[in-house]
Structures are given as C-alpha cells and as structure tokens.
C-alpha cells in the first residue's frame, strides 16, 4: 500500500510510461543530456527510474530527487518522441508524488507554502529585499545587477533584475476603460503574475495600455496572486497548488477573457484541470476558468484581429532590427508560435529576423536555474550564441522568466542586444 501511495499521481499518467520504446531519440533534443549526457539526466533514463518507483524497486532517495529536478521542463523531448508520449507529465507527477511523501525542505518550503500564497506579505518580503539589493548589489545594464563573485557556488557573478520601487498592483486602477470607443468591444480580466507585478510593472501598463486603446476594458483584480507553477509544476506541492488555483478560479469566475503577458502564468492556469483537478466539481470550476485564459499574443491576433495598418511598433523602436525567441511554455505548451511573429513582422519601421534555433530552451525553467545554474548557464550559452549571429539589436518574447535568463547570458557572453517583451514593442 505504501508504495502505491507514494506513486499515486504517477499512476494517473502510466500510459505516458508504458509508450516509451527506449528508442534514444530524446538524447539528440534534450538540452541537458547535450551539457551533461548521463542516460538519467534523459527522459528515457528517467522513465526507467519511474517505473522503478512504480513497482517498488525504488524509493524517492536524494539521488532520485535530484535526477527528478534535472529538467528544464521544455517539453523537446515530447515534441519529438516518435510516439508522442508526453514526458513533462511524467515528470510533474512524480515531483508531487515526492513531495508528498517526503516534503519540501527549507528554505523554500516556508518560501512555496507560507510566502508567495500570501501576497502582501510576498510583496514585503520582496521590499525589504529590494533594499538589500539595492545597497549590496552593483548595477549592470538596464534592470539587471551583478551577484557578487563572493557569493558562494553556482550564483557568482551572476545578474538579477532590481525589484520594482513601485509595484503594478499600486501603478494601475482596477477598473481600466477603453479609451477608443463608447462601448467596448470586449471587457477583459487581466492576470498579473509574479515578475509582471514585481519585477517588471512597466510591461503590465504597456499591456492595458494597449488593450484600452484598442477598444478593451479591463479589469484588474487587485486580490489576485501566483499562478503556482513554482508551486506546483516546479516543486510537485499540488496541495498548496489546489488552494492558489480555487482562489484564481474564483476570482476571475465573472470574466469573459482572462489575459496574461507571462508564457509560463498562461500555460500553468490552462494546466489546473489535467494535474490540480481531483474531484469533479474542481474539474468542472478549472475547466471553466482555463479555458479563458488567453496569452496577450494569442488575443490580440486570435480575438481582436487587428488590420495590419493598425499593427505599428513603438516610436522609440523605429529603424531596429528585432529577433525572436521562443518560450517553451508558449510554444510547445500552447502550441503558439506564429501569432507573436505576425505581430512582428506587421510592425511598422521596425525589421524582424528569425534566429537559428529560435524555440530552442533558453534553461531558465524556475527553481531549475536556482539548483543547476552551472547547466542553465550552457544551456542559455547556446542561446546567446544563436542570438550573437543574428544582426539584431533587440531580443523580444513572451515571458518575464525567459527575459530575466536571456538578459544575464547576454550580459555574461558581452553581447549588447536588449531584451524586450513583445508588449514593450507595440504602438
């Protein structure tokens, strides 16, 4: 009994396990095994591992834990499985499944369970932070600062983004009109996110400024909080995970759209009733609320459908040459990649070249670039080399985490090119 318990959600996706073939074909894709090609690190080595633990073989030791938190999640290995086992769900049960049977250590823990669900109290967390920073750590470019190297192990030297002074909640009024019209053409829920409302405000203003001047009102739910991918999709913690998505789907139970700028806020709340759901009546309330939500890209191309003589880029980007990159919650999770390229490539006075390797993991993936920084970093590495080629001056995407990753390897590897959110582009 013990070991089926400790095996509880795993068994909900077996049939992901059972259609492995073993075939090998994970290893050329997966950006781990390319920086570290130990078969455990693959998902092939890791299905054999789970399907130890399935029948008792194994129990969640330190070694498997850690062989479990080595994945970025990207979802390549799925993308190219011959017969389209879906790996990640593999992955994401048996850290709940971990975690249920032997918990979240400290620090993080305290961090998952008692501060990020409450968001005042994240939000004094992360200003009393923001001054430590402040003092403490030396300004590289734009919103980014150094670690120092005197900070021990895998975090030397490494650049985070400056808390914001004044956070989105405090910046935006909850009730935002539309400014073009009488009566709009769609009133709108708009979810923050964690980085959106902390760490990059401005991004969140540009998106309801740009969604009020098109003809949207929207709504900004001031009580709302995480989205829980920390939570739940990184550290397996679907208990905590099932408090914060009831209280999402309740508060944004009266909108018609829900919209996000953050790829990896979209792809987890779409996410609540394949994993979170575990009765029918959550099935029922996360069904109805993901099936809302929308990425800005998606919305304003997919539902507003603007003329192309509408899409313009913004004034202070005239002239420059603009890149792409893919986050992998948005494209191999929603499977949306073309929407923010028609954006793109409509936008007038600026020019968009595709890089090489565009969709390829940029090896943030949450706590993965706190606990491996040392692999995130070779991952990102190839990255940056993809972006050197290119005659850009700006890398644009879709998610907050993937700027955060892309504006230290840049820093790291010298090479001067911005890292903007699609949003910040658009006129």
């Not at 009733?273 to 929308?294: C, H, M, T, V, W």
């Not at 700006?394 to 949003?423: F, S, W, Y």
Request: glycine share 8%; hydrophobic share 35%.
């Amino acid at each position: 009994m013990a070991g089926k318990m400790q095996t509880r959600n795993i068994q909900k996706f077996s049939n992901e396990l059972k259609q492995c073939i073993e075939c090998g074909n994970c290893t050329f894709w997966c950006p781990i095994y390319q920086q570290r090609p130990q078969e455990e690190y693959v998902a092939r080595g890791k299905n054999k591992i789970v399907r130890s633990l399935l029948d008792g073989r194994k129990e969640y030791t330190p070694e498997v834990v850690d062989i479990l938190g080595m994945c970025t999640l990207c979802g390549t290995c799925a993308q190219h499985c011959p017969v389209g086992s879906k790996f990640q769900s593999i992955i994401i049960s048996a850290r709940a499944d971990k975690t249920k049977s032997k918990g979240i250590g400290f620090p993080m823990g305290l961090i998952y369970r008692q501060l990020i669900p409450r968001r005042k109290l994240f939000g004094a967390a992360l200003r009393a932070a923001s001054f430590f920073q402040k003092i403490l750590l030396p300004k590289a470019e734009g919103k980014m600062r150094h670690l120092p190297l005197f900070v021990p192990g895998m975090f030397k030297g490494r650049q985070v983004p400056t808390i914001a002074d004044r956070y989105l909640r405090d910046r935006i009024p909850e009730v935002n009109k539309a400014t073009s019209q009488k009566e709009p053409k769609y009133r709108v829920a708009y979810f923050m996110g964690c980085a959106t409302d902390f760490v990059f405000p401005e991004i969140g203003e540009k998106a309801v400024e740009y969604l009020t001047k098109n003809g949207v009102e929207v709504i900004v739910p001031k009580e709302q909080g995480c989205c829980g991918a920390p939570i739940w999709l990184g550290a397996g913690d679907f208990d905590t995970g099932r408090i914060i998505a009831d209280r999402n789907a309740k508060i944004f139970q009266d909108a018609d759209f829900i919209i996000t700028n953050c790829a990896t806020c979209s792809s987890a709340l779409k996410e609540y009733p394949k994993y979170l759901a575990d009765n029918d009546e959550r099935l029922g309330q996360y069904a109805k609320f993901s099936g809302k939500i929308y990425d800005i890209s998606e919305f304003i191309v997919d539902v507003l459908k603007p003329q192309d003589s509408a899409i313009k880029a913004d004034p202070r980007f005239g002239g420059k040459v603009i890149t792409w990159h893919d986050p992998c919650h948005l494209r191999r999770y929603q499977k949306i990649h073309t929407q923010p390229r028609e954006l793109l490539t409509k936008m007038k006075d600026i020019r968009y070249e595709e890089m090489r390797e565009a969709e390829r993991c940029c090896g943030m993936a949450g706590a993965f670039s706190v606990y491996h920084y040392d692999v995130s970093k070779e991952i990102s590495d190839k990255k940056a080399q993809s972006i050197r080629e290119t005659s850009a001056d700006i890398v644009a995407t879709g998610c907050p985490g993937c700027m955060i990753q892309l504006a230290d390897t840049l820093g790291r590897n010298k090479i001067n090119k911005e890292v903007k959110h699609i949003v910040e582009l658009l006129d």
